[in-house]
């Protein structure tokens, strides 16, 4: 409570910090010529050094299905556990992961909001419906490891997102859309200026029937469609506090509810969130950063032979909060110096009541969890010289995992297990430096290598699940997973509206945490030796007046490396990680307000298991989306989501199906004022 308490505080602070500037006395007005922008420290000169991928506004809002990770989709290799989108996958497996390094499904990639971590305390996976696309002006997607801010849990990447301000969205904007199985998407936002600060007030609700996952020969009358009800709410302010300091306050509210593959099978997820930033962009820049969460999870599972309740995850309340603080000071001879520290804690606790699959009476209640924290300490340096810049990078983390705790009590509420898990506490360092060398007539070579960590997360830990029949249980003892990499590659600009790239890398994650298979419907999260992905990554975008190509390839070959009792899965491919995914978009703006686009994604094949016993097929996919102007406020909106119906399959287990989205249309109005 005390924790929600102070969340309340800080989403009420929001629209004072944003009147503050506006409300100040006229001896106290700042000079007409103070502009805030809302946005961090500006990336440091060397950050071309790391495969680095930049999605613009216009092409986060012009995904066919409106969602997040359809959009993030256009960096190949992105992916969650699944196939399946934040409408019809179990918000638990929306782990977020790049290059092949998966394997279970929590994220590997940090993903950060206006620099923000945005993973669940508990669970690991990013709540991708409560992030709408509309509401930012680009994302960065990094490659590779990371050392610097909130670096620990950066072993595949970094995935950065960038609110909007009024600049981008105006005073009013808003849409409204339908598909064609009554499904509907509303949103809008309202982004004053407010003195020399501004606000943005932004809200969505997505609902619908959804479509059938389960395929026809294998329905039953318990079988239903994949509805969603999911809607999210944020307030984020920004106001200056001298010419060259600004306060930037953020709340984020949001609710998500799901129905997955069977009646009764139901899945919620909420969360609020709230953060306050203080940017200084002097001689002496910095960086200050605090937020809290405070998130939910439930879920029912139904067995799939007698279509009864057989767990009622029921609840998983979980706190997450933290901070940063960067400092970078003037230095001279062409350096740049970035010295920091962050905090990150996550606490949770998970309750569910297991039932008898016959006779739908309770057999067990249980309840576990604990704590998670890491303090970092970075520091980073770039060095121009001429033509060539070096970086580098040192991070120490003092990491923390306490009072785990698993029990389990019987129907009639006598205790049957009591475990207290040992805390165990320890220091680890990473290190990361890079190269970019430009020789001129638009290339540009770069390199680096870089190591990493994560910690196990809670539900790793403690928390057993079941994606019936397979049941997969939980370990204590996991250690933390480390990462060792490193990558070349080339950028070139043969002409100004030509842009290509190259990246070749040899990722490998020691004491990676999979999902092992260690009996018929049975599995354990178990630290193997590690996974090893090593690939290629191609990018290209190319401008021809009115018409844009923008397309990404990756190619990964990730292996597991495992000895011991987990000997059997050494030289395997890790569950759900394609060899190939590439997306490209070839787009048609003849004039402004206008564009027409087709997308073209394909997924490579992939294993459902660690054994390797189940292969989900390729799959190419082709989406469409247009704006069409309808006056000088309103846009006629069109998508298509899989125009050729594409059979996707996310899940197969003992020739049980899921599958993806079918083809879906969707029309509406959009409004900007």
Do not use: C
Request: aromatic share 6%; net charge positive; hydrophobic share 40%.
């Amino acid at each position: 409570m005390h924790h929600r308490h102070l969340l309340a505080a800080l989403v009420v602070a929001l629209p004072a910090a944003a009147l503050a500037h506006e409300t100040a006395p006229p001896e106290q007005a700042a000079p007409a010529e103070i502009v805030v922008t809302g946005t961090g420290l500006a990336p440091p000169p060397a950050a071309p050094a790391y495969d680095t991928q930049v999605i613009g506004a216009d092409r986060l809002a012009a995904s066919a299905s409106g969602r997040i990770e359809d959009a993030l989709g256009a960096v190949a290799g992105f992916q969650q556990f699944r196939r399946s989108d934040s409408r019809s996958a179990n918000p638990s497996a929306q782990g977020v992961t790049l290059r092949a390094l998966g394997g279970n499904a929590t994220s590997r990639s940090l993903v950060l909001l206006d620099g923000v971590p945005l993973a669940d305390p508990f669970f690991g996976y990013i709540p991708l419906s409560a992030l709408a696309p509309e509401r930012l002006v680009r994302a960065r997607v990094t490659r590779g490891g990371g050392a610097g801010a909130f670096g620990a849990g950066a072993v595949a990447g970094t995935i950065e997102l960038e609110s909007a301000g009024p600049s981008e969205l105006g005073l009013v904007s808003g849409q409204a859309l339908a598909s064609d199985r009554g499904e509907s998407e509303l949103s809008g936002t309202i982004a004053p200026r407010l003195g020399a600060g501004f606000a943005v007030l932004s809200a969505r609700w997505d609902r619908g029937q959804g479509f059938w996952t389960t395929p026809l020969s294998q329905r039953v009358p318990a079988s239903a469609r994949a509805r969603y009800d999911s809607w999210s709410t944020s307030l984020r302010a920004v106001a200056p506090l001298t010419p060259d300091v600004e306060l930037q306050a953020s709340g984020l509210v949001f609710g998500d509810a799901r129905t997955l593959r069977f009646k009764g099978a139901d899945s919620t997820s909420s969360g609020e969130d709230a953060s306050l930033r203080v940017v200084g962009k002097g001689a002496w820049q910095f960086d200050a950063l605090a937020y809290i969460q405070a998130r939910n999870f439930s879920n029912v599972v139904i067995s799939s032979t007698s279509f009864r309740k057989t767990l009622d995850q029921r609840a998983a309340p979980s706190t997450g909060w933290g901070g940063k603080l960067e400092l970078r000071p003037p230095v001279s001879g062409g350096l740049l110096l970035r010295l920091g520290t962050d905090w990150r804690v996550a606490s949770g606790t998970m309750f569910e009541d297991a039932y008898s699959a016959v006779s739908g009476l309770v057999t067990a209640r249980r309840h576990a969890g604990g704590r998670t924290s890491d303090l970092g300490f970075y520091a980073e340096t770039d060095w121009r010289l001429g033509a060539l810049t070096l970086t580098g990078g040192l991070r120490a983390d003092r990491w923390a995992i306490t009072g785990g705790n698993f029990t389990e009590a019987n129907a009639a509420g006598t205790v049957t297990t009591n475990n207290t898990f040992a805390n165990r506490t320890g220091w680890q360092t990473s290190v990361r430096g890079g190269a970019v060398l430009r020789l001129g007539q638009g290339v540009d070579l770069r390199g680096s290598t870089y190591t990493g960590l994560r910690l196990p997360t809670l539900n790793e830990l403690y928390r057993p699940f079941t994606v019936f029949p397979v049941t997969t249980r939980a370990n204590a003892a996991l250690i933390n997973e480390r990462l060792v990499g490193f990558e070349a590659g080339f950028d070139w600009k043969p002409a100004a509206d030509i842009s290509l790239s190259a990246t070749a890398f040899d990722n490998r994650v020691e004491h990676a945490i999979a999902n092992v298979t260690i009996g018929p419907n049975l599995r354990e999260r178990r630290n193997v030796d590690a996974i090893h992905a090593r690939g290629i990554e191609l990018g290209a975008a190319v401008r021809r007046g009115p018409v844009s190509l923008d397309a990404s390839l990756a190619w990964t070959d990730a292996k597991l490396e495992a000895s011991g009792a987990s000997v059997g899965l050494n030289g395997k491919r890790p569950a759900q990680t394609p060899k190939l995914a590439a997306s490209a978009t070839l787009a048609w703006q003849p004039r402004p307000g206008w564009r027409l686009a087709l997308t073209l994604k394909h997924t490579g094949a992939q294993f459902e298991d660690d054994l390797q016993t189940d292969l989900l097929p390729a799959a190419t996919t082709l989406d469409a989306f247009a704006v069409l102007p309808l006056g000088a406020r309103v846009q006629l909106v069109l998508r298509a989501e899989n125009l050729t119906d594409t059979e996707v399959v996310t899940r197969k287990q003992a020739g049980s199906i899921d599958l993806g989205t079918p083809r879906t249309l969707w029309a509406g109005l959009r409004i900007s004022m």
